[in-house]
């Protein structure tokens, strides 16, 4: 499910690389991994929870023609809940210079901006 997924990304796929360094297997290390799917048993959403570098790490993706629908706002919330049971303190995010949608997002969820590179910045957000 999670291959179809990610190979159905055309337009997302530039902002969602996760997989283009991994194999899709390394879900199987991941604290949670959710994939929402629609009426038709078609993926439209994939979200996940991993552990590296002594945080959590979240990412989401969203189906191309579904962006701007609430299902990435459902899928961090969904994660941001479950992580909300674990021992661990805030969870962070890397998200594109030019993805201003995905930023604002996570703004509103109460992420904050703790770095600018180039390409990327990173959010955070307190669970405690």
């Known amino acids: 499910m999670v291959s179809t997924f990610i190979n159905n990304l055309v337009k997302g ?3 969602f690389r996760y997989f283009n360094k991994r194999p899709v297997s390394a879900i199987q290390n ?3 991994t959710i994939v929402v799917i629609d009426r038709t048993g078609c993926p439209i959403g994939y979200g996940h929870l991993e552990k ?3 945080a959590i790490w979240l990412g989401i ?3 191309d023609n ?3 629908k609430g299902i990435g706002r459902m899928i961090m919330h969904y994660l941001i809940d479950f992580a909300k049971g674990t021992n661990e303190t ?4 890397s998200v594109d210079v030019d ?3 995905a930023q604002k997002l996570y703004k509103s969820a109460g992420f904050e901006k703790i770095k600018e590179l ?3 910045m990173i959010f955070k957000f307190a669970l405690k």
């Open 52 to 54: 590296g570098d002594g």
């Open 66 to 68: 579904l962006t701007g």
């Open 30 to 32: 991941h604290l949670l």
């Open 13 to 15: 796929a530039h902002h």
């Open 90 to 93: 805030s969870i962070w995010l």
């Open 61 to 63: 993706a969203v189906a």
């Open 99 to 101: 993805n201003h949608t």
């Open 118 to 120: 180039p390409e990327n």
